[in-house]
């Protein structure tokens, strides 16, 4: 596990992360698959209560080490991890976190054929999340082909996901087929841009 805050960079061969710094702040906001970062860096940017940790997770080291750039020794509450979500989440104190956000996951974290293996990781997330937390979705739906999205298949598709969801264990506080203003990026953009084959779906997922 590779972690980089400001200019510190660890590697950490025994996987482990010690999270007691996270005591010393009031809330945590996490973005598992942050890609290059830059959701999460403006997120921090953008918020006034430097009293808020912000801890990206990416697995791809790729676009981690671009993360890392973002970073200066003046901003000391963000925090990229390299490593896999799971290996992460499972080490986060339960009950710590206030919002977690998984944008535009992988298809193994979020496909049909996957659900084996991806759910019991979300109902494990469930678990770190406040009683008055949430966990953020965006996720979309395509044809295999990329061709023009037949509408009662995205419906059926939209059916699957949140009844999925909410046998986790989640309540769907709201669904939204677009993108919240703050949460924009490249790829959402771009998908948000052609929307006879991309359909995007945003749900607000709180504890019962």
Sequence with gaps: MNLFKSS??????????????LTKYDKLIVEVGCGDGKLLYRLSENDENRNTFYLGIEIDPFQYSKSCLLLSNRKDNLLFVNSPFEQVIDQLPNYSADEILSILPHPKYIDRENERFW???????????????HLLLITEFTDELFSPVIYDEYTNWKEWIIGTFTDV????????EKVPPDYTS???????????????????????
């Design 186 to 208: 490249k790829y959402i953009d771009l998908f948000s841009n052609d929307q006879e084959r991309i359909k995007i779906l945003t749900l607000f997922l709180t504890k019962n």
């Design 119 to 133: 759910k019991p990781l979300y109902k494990n997330l469930l678990h770190k999340i406040k009683k008055n937390g």
């Design 169 to 176: 264990g989640f309540c769907v506080s709201s669904i939204n």
């Design 8 to 21: 510190m960079f660890l590697d950490l061969m025994d996987h482990f992360m010690d999270m007691s710094f």
